[in-house]
C-alpha cells in the first residue's frame, strides 16, 4: 500500500518547542486555570535542577533545540539564572512567558548576557484594569518598565493578552 511504502523521519530530524511548567506564581489572575490547580501549588516541589538539567540534555541528544520556559511563573524557579545559562551553554534557542512580577537587575543583566531569543509578556489591559486583573497593584507598571528595558537593549519582547470579560 502507499502508506507503507512512506518513510517516517527520525525524532533528532523534527524541530521542537518544549514549555518547561511550573504550577507556581507571584500574581493571581481571576482567568488562569492556576487558581483551580491550587492544590498542587500548596504541594508542589520544585524539580531538582540536575534533574531538569538531565531532562534538558535528553531532550538536546534527540534533536530539541528551542525551550520555551512558561508556567505558572517561570522566575519562581530558585534555579532560573542557572537554568538560564545552562540551556545557553549547551545550544539552546531560549524564550520565557513571564509576568515580569520577579524580574530584578541580577536577574535582567543574565538574560541580557546569554541574548535570549524573546521575551513573551502577560499584560491584561492598561494599569488599573491589568493590576486589577491580577490582584497586584503596581503590576502593569512594573511590566512597562522591564518591557522597555529589554527592547532598549535588543531582546525581542512580545506582549500576551488574555482577552477576558474584564478586560
Known sequence: SES????????????LDCAFMTYE?????????????????????????DTVAKFFLELKNNGVNTIH?????????????????????????VSITTNMGLMTDALAKIIKTVHIDNIRVSLNGYKER??????????FENALRWIVYFKNNGTRVFVNYVVTNRN
Request: hydrophobic share 35%.
Open 25 to 49: 506564581c507571584n500574581q493571581r489572575c481571576n482567568y488562569c486555570y492556576l487558581k483551580y490547580w491550587s492544590k498542587f501549588q500548596k504541594n508542589s516541589k520544585v524539580i531538582p535542577f
Open 4 to 15: 507503507s511504502k512512506r518513510t517516517i523521519m527520525p525524532l533528532k530530524y523534527v524541530p
Open 69 to 93: 520556559l512558561t508556567g505558572g511563573e517561570p522566575l519562581t524557579l530558585p534555579y532560573i539564572s542557572e537554568l538560564l545559562l545552562f540551556l545557553r551553554r549547551n545550544g539552546f534557542c
Open 130 to 139: 491589568h493590576n486589577s486583573i491580577v490582584d497586584v497593584p503596581g503590576a
